[in-house]
């Protein structure tokens, strides 16, 4: 019995999650389609008010990163970068 609850906890935990990220796929397709400057102004406002403290920590501690590369290492990662991730492909906006 104790198997059964467990697993339906997991099984709605993992559904949260899902429902979650897909909300926020969601929110983001609507964010997109925004051509407003005040109401981006006013999203931009609403999200870093209700940022976290640990959404702040991600950004320090990525920035803990920043001006230790040579010259040279920081054009290599943009170069691979540019190769491999900045390819937009339209249909996939669709």
Known sequence: ????????????LKFTIMYSE??????IEEVLKINNDAALSALENFVKKYRTDEDI??????REFSGIWSKDEA????RI????????????WK
């Not at 920590?57 to 990525?62: G, L, P, Y």
Request: with cysteine; hydrophobic share 30%; aromatic share 0%.
């Open 81 to 92: 970068i540019a190769e491999s991730c900045e390819t937009i492909h339209p249909d996939d």
């Open 1 to 12: 019995m104790l198997k059964i609850e467990r697993s339906r906890k997991i099984s709605r």
């Open 22 to 27: 897909a909300k926020k796929l969601h929110i």
């Open 75 to 78: 054009e290599e990662m943009e």
């Open 57 to 62: 920590k991600k950004d320090s501690v990525i």
